[in-house]
């Protein structure tokens, strides 16, 4: 048991958050999507990063996925393709839906404080002509997730507006953070059978973000 719980009683029931908070007003209930519309699909054309949203009976997941705009393709009203390109080979994302094909996406556009949400129903396919289509340079992906929507809509920017994630002024310098290869390596130094100092993990990464972003 936490701190918290400890000394707060947690909120068990949808009535007793909703008892907290007012009815969404009718446009916020109304402009949720059973499909894409033609907003939804300049907003996915436009898009170069969605966040993808996966879980299982062990616990839920969220992973970014990114590549220039319109890396996601739309099918048809009701279908998304997202290519998979080189990461880490946890294969998280892909190994959830497996077990939950349940698949929640926020799409963000740099400079556009609006996002969009889509949920729905995804599978990992290798069909051929869904590789070639997410194919960048010749190089096709391994796999690709295969989205059918269930649930689409715009939600509104109070939350990158109080961030100001787009704000340059906001932006941090990048040394007031260690670099990733240090960071990993101080949370697995302990434990890892083929240690790397911090010059070859920096390097290591460079080298992955320069040369196998695909």
């Not at 436009?46 to 966040?51: C, E, Y």
């Not at 993808?52 to 062990?58: R, W």
């Not at 689409?152 to 670099?179: F, N, V």
Request: net charge negative; glycine share 6%.
């Amino acid at each position: 048991m936490s701190a918290i719980d400890d000394v707060t009683k947690p909120i068990e029931t949808t009535d007793g958050l909703r008892e907290l908070y007012p009815q969404p007003t009718e446009r916020a209930a109304l402009k949720c999507l059973p499909s894409l519309d033609a907003h939804c699909r300049s907003f996915i054309a436009l898009s170069p990063l969605v966040v993808v949203g996966t879980s299982t009976s062990e616990g839920a997941d969220v992973s970014p996925r990114g590549d220039a705009p319109g890396f996601v393709q739309v099918l048809d009203d009701h279908t998304l393709m997202i290519p998979d390109r080189p990461g880490n080979n946890r294969i998280d994302t892909m190994s959830n839906l497996m077990a939950n094909p349940q698949v929640g996406l926020l799409f963000m556009i740099p400079g556009v404080n609006e996002t969009l949400r889509v949920n729905g129903m995804a599978r990992v396919s290798t069909d051929q002509a869904h590789l070639e289509r997410g194919a960048f340079n010749g190089r096709l992906p391994k796999t690709c997730m295969i989205v059918d929507v269930r649930e689409a809509y715009l939600h509104c920017g109070k939350a990158l507006i109080r961030s100001k994630l787009w704000d340059e002024k906001t932006k941090i310098e990048r040394t007031r953070l260690p670099t990733l290869g240090e960071m990993v390596n101080d949370q697995t130094k302990d434990r890892s059978a083929n240690p790397l100092t911090n010059e070859q993990a920096n390097a290591w990464i460079e080298e992955s973000y320069s040369k196998r972003l695909y």
